[in-house]
T-cell receptor, first 116, second 115 residues
Framework: DVKVTQSSRYLVKRTGEKVFLECVQD?????MFWYRQDPGLGLRLIYF???????EKGDIPEGYSVSREKKERFSLILESASTNQTSMYLC???????????????FGPGTRLTVT | AQSVSQHNHHVILSEAASLELGCNYS??????LFWYVQYPGQHLQLLLK??????LVKGIKGFEAEFIKSKFSFNLRKPSVQWSDTAEYFC?????????????FGQGTTLQVKP
């Protein structure tokens, strides 16, 4: 089974702190993603990476950065946490199917971040 | 910009009732379509997917979805829901032409099944 793990289930940080969220996948997937999930807004893509050291902005990258030094690990960084970044953060990974067309994503359990 | 719209935000049903959750997307090209489910306290998992062939696809736990290209829709159905189907459901679209696997998600539908 594909396994995507995230470093913390719950995290409480203070405004202005630098926050690191870690994600690791064990299936040698090329693609990795960070989303935030908010009620009524669904999942919104923050950043994604399709290869080591490669990254692309998603729909809401402001206030976030990412790092992918190894294929299996994708980190989300909040440079200076703010209260509007209180949310559930989901990591996902994917690779093309054997047909090369279907990009099913596998999700981690999520990190619920509270910024006070 | 491409988008995915789920019309029902919160649905309440009694057990054994039939379910249909709407999903529409805005993109005229080739798409791959997904429904994901998030049970309380659990991570998102795939219910079913469509990428080609028979537009009626069957997934886990008795769910199915029908792709209607002319309506840009991919509605999720289940003939008889159970209390254990209480969850949040997300429709997602992957644009099928030379992309990196990026998915566009709908806003989600919360389903509450009363025993």
């Amino acid at each position: 089974d594909v396994k995507v793990t995230q470093s913390s289930r719950y995290l409480v940080k203070r405004t202005g702190e630098k926050v690191f969220l870690e994600c690791v996948q064990d299936m040698d997937h090329e693609n990795m993603f960070w989303y935030r999930q908010d009620p009524g807004l669904g999942l919104r893509l923050i950043y994604f990476s399709y290869d080591v050291k490669m990254k692309e902005k998603g729909d809401i990258p402001e206030g976030y950065s990412v790092s992918r030094e190894k294929k299996e690990r994708f980190s989300l960084i909040l440079e200076s946490a703010s209260t509007n970044q209180t949310s559930m953060y989901l990591c996902a990974s994917s690779s093309p199917s054997t047909s090369g067309r279907v990009y099913e994503q596998y999700f981690g359990p999520g990190t619920r971040l509270t910024v006070t | 910009a491409q988008s995915v719209s789920q019309h029902n935000h919160h649905v309440i049903l009694s057990e054994a009732a039939s379910l249909e959750l709407g999903c529409n997307y805005s993109y005229g090209g080739t798409v791959n379509l997904f429904w994901y489910v998030q049970y309380p306290g659990q991570h998102l998992q795939l219910l079913l997917k469509y990428f080609s062939g028979d537009p009626l696809v069957k997934g886990i736990k008795g769910f199915e979805a029908e792709f209607i290209k002319s309506k840009f829709s991919f509605n999720l159905r289940k003939p008889s829901v159970q209390w254990s189907d209480t969850a949040e459901y997300f429709c997602a679209v992957n644009l099928g032409s030379g992309n990196t696997g990026k998915l566009i998600f709908g806003q989600g539908t919360t389903l509450q099944v009363k025993p």
